[in-house]
T-cell receptor
Framework: DGGITQSPKYLFRKEGQNVTLSCEQN?????MYWYRQDPGQGLRLIYY???????QKGDIAEGYSVSREKKESFPLTVTSAQKNPTAFYLCASSIRDSLSNQPQHFGDGTRLSIL | AQSVSQHNHHVILSEAASLELGCNYS??????LFWYVQYPGQHLQLLLKYFSGDPLVKGIKGFEAEFIKSKFSFNLRKPSVQWSDTAEYFC???????????FGKGTRLHILP
């Protein structure tokens, strides 16, 4: 079955360390997204990518970096510059064509905690 | 485990028609509830949210949703839709003690001009 795989499910980081969250999709989707969820808040967009080798900042990109070297992969790095990284991170993908009938798909998420 | 069910996968309406999109969740405890919208070619945006208080929540662009605890429902409504409301709508639930958010599969709304 096609879908989005995020790994790991739980991630712990020491202060001052960079950490990378994996997101892989086998849906052949062009667009991929990273969102952050904090307790009591809605999703906030971190970065998104419409095509390979191109990505744009979302609403809260500071302290994060991404790459899109392959269509199926969109890893997110939480850098030491992100002062409040503890959150639930959700990856999503969609077909770029707005006329398609495919919905946006979501991964199961990665929960990042700071030790 | 929490789950969210959206009853309609695809809804087609004419402009000025009234809209109601169904959303039911399965979770016995206190929940936060959300409706998100994704317009064609854009990313998800928050439409409205319910945390506590008045169960009738008003959001942007004339949308509202009513939390009915006894029915585990959080249906989205709009009295008169516009062509620009054509989008995909996602219902989501979150345990306030946790940060994980569970999404429904979405309802694609198509408004005929």
């Amino acid at each position: 079955d096609g879908g989005i795989t995020q790994s790991p499910k739980y991630l712990f980081r020491k202060e001052g360390q960079n950490v990378t969250l994996s997101c892989e999709q086998n849906l052949n989707h062009d667009a991929m997204y990273w969102y952050r969820q904090d307790p009591g808040q809605g999703l906030r967009l971190i970065y998104y990518s419409q095509i390979v080798n191109d990505f744009q900042k979302g609403d809260i990109a500071e302290g994060y970096s991404v790459s899109r070297e392959k269509k199926e992969s969109f890893p997110l790095t939480v850098t030491s510059a992100q002062k409040n990284p503890t959150a639930f991170y959700l990856c999503a993908s969609s077909i770029r064509d707005s006329l398609s009938n495919q919905p946006q798909h979501f991964g199961d998420g990665t929960r990042l905690s700071i030790l | 485990a929490q789950s969210v069910s959206q009853h309609n996968h695809h809804v087609i309406l004419s402009e000025a028609a009234s809209l109601e999109l169904g959303c039911n969740y399965s979770y016995g405890g206190t929940v936060n509830l959300f409706w998100y919208v994704q317009y064609p070619g854009q990313h998800l945006q928050l439409l409205l949210k319910y945390f506590s208080g008045d169960p009738l929540v008003k959001g942007i662009k004339g949308f509202e949703a009513e939390f009915i605890k006894s029915k585990f429902s959080f249906n989205l409504r709009k009295p008169s839709v516009q062509w620009s409301d054509t989008a995909e709508y996602f219902c989501a639930v979150n345990d306030p003690r946790d940060d994980k958010i569970i999404f429904g599969k979405g309802t694609r709304l198509h408004i005929l001009p």
